[in-house]
């Protein structure tokens, strides 16, 4: 008698997101208070975003735009009408112990955002269209800083800044149709690039422009209830979203199967040992006691102004993308590079603008630029080299009048000064040597010069065909064609 080997379960994450984006408004939702980051504590502050009785908010019209703005990005349906929401609860950050928030009517429903990332299995480019639940307006509560030191009790005291309070902040939240870490971490940036696109937010996690909680609970594949649902948060980087949602996959299914109890609770990330940790157990939904805000009127957003906010929307990343790889004919990997930041899309297409190579351009862009970028902690902006000069520097290469050596010759000094680099050419002497005849004699030098390696080379050892075109680009101070280079080298030793 045999025993039939056990099928081992194989199980699924079910993960959304909540994700609260600080919008970089000047002044505070309900008020004219800066919303200046790194701000000495309590300095941004007034009797309205402070909760004084008798004071009344006055949204900032700037805000509904951006709300509009990334809801019509995100394919989602705009409310003709819409309400602000008390929502209550008491906390030493929260001076009116309720937030302005939006509950049954929000601005924004019904929404998805397509995400594109490289498949771990068969390493190709794919994409995925994520739902979008909601998109609601709120103002932020204030900070709490823990200070003083006891041994045993570590902070002894806590102080409160309420310089946050009232920044303006939208939060979106998907729906579970996440599967795994890498699609969060997608997400996530997916997210913050359209931010940046429309410009109404830096998308800065370590500052907390962009705030991501993760919902997550396993179930075996097949299944169609739910898990018990964990809420993780403290995520400061799309890294570790990938990684706290890894882990607590990993944590969730090794505790169904030895039986072990999953608690609906909150859970922090903890970068340091690289888990979670139970923060605090949630015996059930909160009771936030939402009723309409009654100092604030519904919103109405006309057909006229709709179409007004539709204009103003610029190419998204998901378009650039699409005609990046079918009008230019880019890879996708190159495309990714270059539509990542609004900036660095522009200085693109700019240099392409003037004329040159496509394919040449992207080159030098997610290349050489990009690890200058890097290096120096620069933005595009920031550099010498402006999008026409590149564009010229490339044409130089296109028309045969430098090589792609000289290229990078000459490109620190452009990118840390500018100029033209037709005349930085021209100055220096670097044209490239195009004249067969001119060549030829270089060559013809050295073949006199070494009788014994082209002996060699005729009598079958062809790789010193190698040690020749070297030699000539060495003569020549890589002024040399390299193409025409090797096509006479090649002749005139088989002569």
Avoid at 175 to 182: A, F, L, M, S, V
Avoid at 426 to 435: H, L, N
Wanted: hydrophobic letters at 35%; aromatic letters at 6%.
């Amino acid at each position: 008698m045999t025993t039939a080997t056990p099928v081992k379960t194989e199980y699924e994450a079910i993960i959304g997101l909540e994700t609260h984006c600080q919008l970089n408004t000047k002044s505070k939702i309900f008020c004219h208070c800066s919303t200046e980051f790194d701000s000495p504590p309590n300095t941004n502050v007034c009797s309205i975003c402070l909760g004084y009785p008798g004071v009344l908010p006055v949204l900032n019209e700037e805000v509904l735009a951006s709300a509009v703005k990334l809801g019509l990005a995100l394919n989602a349906k705009i409310a003709p009408y819409s309400k602000f929401d008390r929502k209550h609860y008491f906390y030493p950050d929260l001076p009116k112990n309720y937030q302005i928030s939006q509950f049954d009517l929000p601005i924004v429903e019904h929404g998805s955002l397509e995400i594109e990332f490289v498949d771990k299995k068969t390493k190709d480019f794919t994409s995925k269209t994520i739902g979008i639940t909601r998109l609601h307006m709120e103002e932020d509560a204030g900070k709490l800083v823990h200070a003083g030191s006891d041994r045993l009790a570590g902070s002894t005291h806590s102080l409160v800044d309420f310089n946050r309070t009232g920044v303006p902040l939208l939060e979106i939240v998907s729906e579970p149709d996440i599967r795994t870490g890498q699609e969060a971490a997608e997400y996530a940036q997916e997210l913050r690039r359209l931010v940046r696109y429309l410009g109404i937010s830096d998308g800065n996690m370590q500052e907390g422009s962009l705030r991501c909680d993760v919902n997550i609970s396993v179930r075996p594949v097949g299944q169609k209830e739910f898990g018990t649902k964990v809420e993780i948060k403290n995520m400061n980087s799309f890294s570790a979203i990938q990684k706290a949602i890894e882990y607590e996959i990993e944590r969730q299914i090794e505790a169904v199967e030895n039986g072990d109890p999953i608690y609906q609770e909150t859970r922090l990330w903890d970068e340091s040992s690289q888990q979670t940790i139970s923060m605090r157990k949630k015996e059930g939904s909160s009771d936030y006691r939402y009723f309409p805000e009654p100092d604030l009127p519904p919103l109405e957003v006309s057909e006229e102004r709709l179409n007004g906010w539709k204009e103003q929307l610029p190419e998204l990343p998901t378009q650039k993308r699409k005609r990046y790889e079918e009008g230019l004919g880019l890879s996708a990997y190159d495309v990714r590079v270059l539509t990542d930041d609004r900036e660095v899309a522009e200085y693109y297409e700019a240099a392409v603008n003037t004329g040159a190579d496509a394919k040449l351009v992207s080159n030098w862009v997610t290349q050489d630029i990009a690890a200058y970028l890097n290096n120096n902690k620069l933005s595009i902006t920031e550099i010498a080299l402006k999008p026409n000069s590149l564009g010229e520097l490339v044409q130089l290469i296109e028309k045969g009048t430098i090589s792609g050596k000289i290229a990078k010759e000459i490109l620190p000094e452009l990118l840390e000064k500018g100029g033209s680099p037709k005349e930085i050419v021209e100055s220096k002497g670097m044209t490239q040597i195009s004249d067969p005849g001119e060549i030829e004699k270089v060559i013809a030098a050295l073949m006199s010069a070494n009788p014994s390696e082209v002996e060699k080379y005729r009598g079958g050892k062809k790789k010193l065909k190698g040690f020749f075109v070297g030699q000539v680009m060495k003569q020549t101070g890589g002024r040399a064609d390299p193409k025409l280079t090797n096509q006479l080298v090649e002749k005139l030793l088989n002569e």
